[in-house]
């Protein structure tokens, strides 16, 4: 079982950051893919970008240019720069490690309103 810990959600105004964190309870987080998805009230859970075990990224087109995906395996962390935050990234954060079973987080929400 792999323990998954989001944090650093908050309220934020349109145009301001967020850094999210997500630790993980063991070591295998380094030889996974981790991935950050988002909720929003009455929508899907849709990916937000995804950083495989040697570092390559992808992201959601919704967020290219705005957010960057990284992560220090020596803190079992993964982390989700969010810039130039918009009304639209409003949602529950979630980080997943992408094992054939998946193990999700906590969530942490994320809320940009003026």
């Known amino acids: 079982q792999v323990q998954l810990v989001e944090s650093g959600g908050g309220l934020v105004q349109p145009g301001g950051s967020l850094r999210l964190s997500c630790a993980a309870s063991?070591?295998?987080?380094?030889?996974?893919?981790m991935g950050w998805y988002r909720q929003a009230p009455g929508k899907q859970r849709e990916l937000v970008a995804h950083?495989?075990?040697?570092?390559?990224?992808n992201y959601a087109d919704s967020v290219k240019g705005r957010f960057t995906i990284s992560k220090d395996n020596a803190k079992k962390t993964v982390y989700l720069q969010m810039n130039s935050l918009k009304p639209e990234d409003t949602a529950v954060y979630y980080c997943?490690?992408?094992?054939?079973?998946?193990?999700w987080g906590q969530g942490t929400r994320v809320t940009v309103s003026s």
């Open positions: 997943k490690l992408e094992t054939n079973v998946g193990f």
């Open positions: 950083i495989t075990s040697g570092g390559s990224t």
């Open positions: 063991k070591t295998i987080f380094s030889i996974y893919t």
